[in-house]
């Protein structure tokens, strides 16, 4: 079974500071890791994703974020958000099969 | 091109009605799925096909029923809906096998409003 933590439902950040998106999993398995991001009355758009390979993955609109396989984390980071940022940011797990295991999303909201 | 479009954008039923749901793809993905995400939720998988049959149906009530009639196109029947039905239904695709590591592409989704 694997499961996504996220540990925060919302996250106010003035516009141009940094930002962090925590995300913690478990799995049994080796795992696949994603963020996605909505935007308001929109779909999924992929960010970033760690399939193997180097732990820091660099995504779309400045995001990156670092696999910690210790600490079983994912976390999201930018160093400098804009209003346009503001959106619902998922954390998603695979171990393959199809199955992706969404967390319970993390609101981003810049304030100008 | 990682698109994936669905058709309607918006879409009112009535409880006895029927209507479809399409999602559409060209990047040769061999997966197609259907989640139903309600408001302030993560999307909750529906249905998967793989190579055009059906691999995943996660307990869904058959009032959806999915047709999957070639390896583009992936239909979601709506019949006999309730209101709690309501909600936006997405569909994703992706590749299928080992390497492809699964990553899941979205539509735009077809928000449902059930009276």
């Known amino acids: 079974a694997q499961s996504v933590t996220q540990l925060d439902s919302q996250v106010p950040v003035f516009e141009e500071a940094p930002v962090e998106l925590r995300c913690n999993y478990s799995s049994s398995v080796s795992v696949y890791l994603f963020w996605y991001v909505q935007y308001p009355n929109q779909g999924l758009q992929l960010l970033l994703k760690y399939l193997s390979g180097s732990t820091l993955v660099k995504g779309i609109n400045g995001f990156e974020a670092e696999f910690n396989k210790s600490q079983t984390s994912f976390h999201l980071r930018k160093p400098s958000v804009h209003i346009s940022d503001t959106a619902e940011y998922f954390c998603a797990v695979s171990s393959g099969f199809q199955k992706v295991t969404f967390g319970i999303g993390t609101k981003l909201q810049v304030i100008p | 091109d990682t698109e994936v479009t669905q058709t309607p954008k918006h879409l009112v039923m009535g409880m006895t009605n029927k209507k479809s749901l399409k999602c559409e793809q060209h990047?040769?993905?061999?997966?197609m799925y259907w989640y139903k995400q309600k408001a302030k939720k993560p999307p909750e998988l529906m249905f998967v096909?793989?190579?055009?049959?059906?691999?995943i149906n996660e307990s869904v009530p058959s009032r959806f029923s999915p047709e999957c009639p070639n390896s583009s196109l992936l239909n979601l029947h709506l019949h006999a809906l309730q209101p709690e039905d309501s909600a936006l239904y997405l569909c994703a695709s992706s590749q299928v096998g080992r390497e492809a590591k699964e990553t899941q592409y979205f539509g735009p989704g077809t928000r449902l409003l059930v009276l």
């Open positions: 990047m040769g993905h061999r997966a």
């Open positions: 096909y793989s190579y055009e049959k059906l691999s």
